[in-house]
């Protein structure tokens, strides 16, 4: 027997900054490039046998000249497959970013930033996927306008933002996941080692997108006694990964791949609070808000219904669905619905 974990990881990054300030205004600027890595091996046990389909060493299934019995020589060398273990994988991920800040008088704040991100998850014409953001702040509290509520309402900024940003859904691959049994099949005095397509190729694979607009408003008042934030935000989501069915003539029930577009939409409110404060002892107070109301812009689906991964365009995710109620059927105690304008209703013929 013999346990043998490896586990390698790197990052390496580089990026070049600029500051400098020339009279009212200031201007800060980035660009960079990240690389990251990491793989990990392991083999738990060792056994004897050569499987041809595989490449690895397992035990084999030997005929029955002792009459023990198939059922029973096939459970015993499942509990000793049982003991082994393999577990090879490795990803890669490359990234280039750039920003640039412009501040002025410190009233006025413009933002905007560049990043594309690579990974070894997704297919070779996909693995790359350029983002961008930008944004403004307007410090309401540094203008001369301010100063006669300065004593209460001492801090105020308005804020909005918007750009791109994605993620990887690891529950998917592009490649085609193969998972050996630790059990055989005997056909026709044939032994063979059985195992199951655990995830289909998927070329196309490629990043959730998510596009953001957010407007907030960030207060302090009786010197930041009192503090909170509104933002108000709009979320577009492409490309979600979902399980989809599939027709069971292709070897398979269900595929995982980029089918839905859902949007976000919503409000949120924070406020903290610090009611007593002295030298020895304070006490904080936090409360907040918030309200979201999605829906399926999108479903690509091969064919589905309403009850599988309970998603339908044009409704939120996770939707209860229900005919209109009408009453209950007096001889069946059933209850009843309302019939759709478009329903057909066809009774059994012999």
């Given at each position: 027997?013999?346990?043998?974990?490896?586990?390698?990881?790197?990052?390496?990054?580089?990026?070049?900054?600029?500051?400098?300030?020339?009279?009212?205004?200031?201007?800060?600027?980035?660009?960079?490039?990240?690389?990251?890595?990491?793989?990990?091996?392991?083999?738990?046990?060792?056994?004897?046998?050569?499987?041809?389909?595989?490449g690895n060493a397992i035990t084999p299934l030997p005929d029955d000249p002792?009459?023990?019995?198939?059922?029973?020589?096939?459970?015993?060398?499942?509990?000793?497959?049982?003991?082994?273990?393999?577990?090879?994988?490795?990803?890669?991920?490359?990234?280039?970013?750039?920003?640039?800040?412009?501040?002025?008088?410190?009233?006025?704040?413009?933002?905007?930033?560049?990043?594309?991100?690579?990974?070894?998850?997704?297919?070779?014409?996909?693995?790359?996927?350029?983002?961008?953001?930008?944004?403004?702040?307007?410090?309401?509290?540094?203008?001369?306008?301010?100063?006669?509520a300065e004593t209460v309402l001492n801090r105020l900024t308005l804020r909005i933002a918007t750009g791109f940003?994605?993620?990887?859904?690891?529950?998917?691959?592009?490649?085609?996941?193969?998972?050996?049994?630790?059990?055989?099949?005997?056909?026709?005095?044939?032994?063979?080692?059985?195992?199951?397509?655990?995830?289909?190729?998927?070329?196309?694979?490629?990043?959730?997108?998510?596009?953001?607009?957010?407007?907030?408003?960030?207060?302090?008042?009786?010197?930041?006694?009192?503090?909170?934030?509104?933002?108000?935000?709009?979320?577009?989501?492409?490309?979600?990964?979902?399980?989809?069915?599939?027709?069971?003539?292709?070897?398979?029930?269900?595929?995982?791949?980029?089918?839905?577009?859902?949007?976000?939409?919503?409000?949120?409110?924070?406020?903290?609070?610090?009611?007593?404060?002295?030298?020895?002892?304070?006490?904080?107070?936090?409360?907040?808000?918030?309200?979201?109301?999605?829906?399926?812009?999108?479903?690509?689906?091969?064919?589905?219904?309403?009850?599988?991964?309970?998603?339908?365009?044009?409704?939120?995710?996770?939707?209860?669905?229900?005919?209109?109620?009408?009453?209950?059927?007096?001889?069946?105690?059933?209850?009843?619905?309302?019939?759709?304008?478009?329903?057909?209703?066809?009774?059994?013929?012999?």
């Amino acid at each position: 027997m013999q346990r043998n974990v490896d586990n390698e990881s790197y990052m390496v990054r580089g990026h070049f900054a600029y500051d400098d300030s020339f009279g009212d205004h200031s201007v800060s600027l980035i660009a960079g490039a990240e690389f990251r890595g990491s793989k990990s091996d392991g083999l738990y046990s060792k056994r004897y046998g050569y499987d041809e389909i595989t490449g690895n060493a397992i035990t084999p299934l030997p005929d029955d000249p002792t009459g023990v019995g198939y059922e029973k020589l096939k459970a015993y060398l499942a509990a000793i497959d049982g003991s082994n273990g393999e577990t090879w994988s490795e990803q890669r991920f490359v990234s280039f970013y750039a920003s640039a800040d412009y501040y002025y008088k410190n009233k006025y704040v413009l933002n905007v930033s560049f990043r594309t991100d690579g990974s070894s998850n997704f297919g070779s014409d996909k693995q790359f996927n350029p983002n961008w953001a930008a944004g403004a702040a307007w410090n309401v509290s540094e203008e001369d306008f301010h100063g006669f509520a300065e004593t209460v309402l001492n801090r105020l900024t308005l804020r909005i933002a918007t750009g791109f940003t994605g993620n990887i859904n690891r529950s998917v691959s592009p490649q085609m996941i193969i998972s050996y049994y630790d059990d055989y099949r005997n056909i026709s005095n044939n032994i063979y080692h059985i195992g199951k397509v655990v995830s289909p190729p998927n070329p196309n694979l490629r990043w959730e997108k998510t596009q953001d607009v957010k407007v907030a408003l960030d207060f302090g008042m009786f010197n930041d006694r009192l503090t909170g934030i509104v933002e108000g935000y709009y979320r577009k989501s492409k490309d979600i990964v979902t399980g989809v069915q599939v027709l069971s003539s292709t070897g398979f029930t269900q595929q995982k791949y980029n089918t839905a577009n859902i949007d976000n939409k919503g409000i949120e409110a924070t406020l903290n609070g610090t009611p007593v404060k002295t030298k020895d002892f304070s006490l904080s107070l936090s409360a907040n808000i918030a309200y979201n109301k999605n829906k399926v812009t999108k479903y690509k689906a091969s064919y589905s219904s309403m009850g599988y991964n309970n998603l339908w365009e044009g409704y939120p995710v996770d939707a209860i669905y229900s005919g209109r109620y009408t009453g209950i059927d007096p001889e069946t105690g059933l209850y009843t619905y309302q019939l759709r304008p478009d329903a057909e209703i066809h009774t059994a013929t012999t």
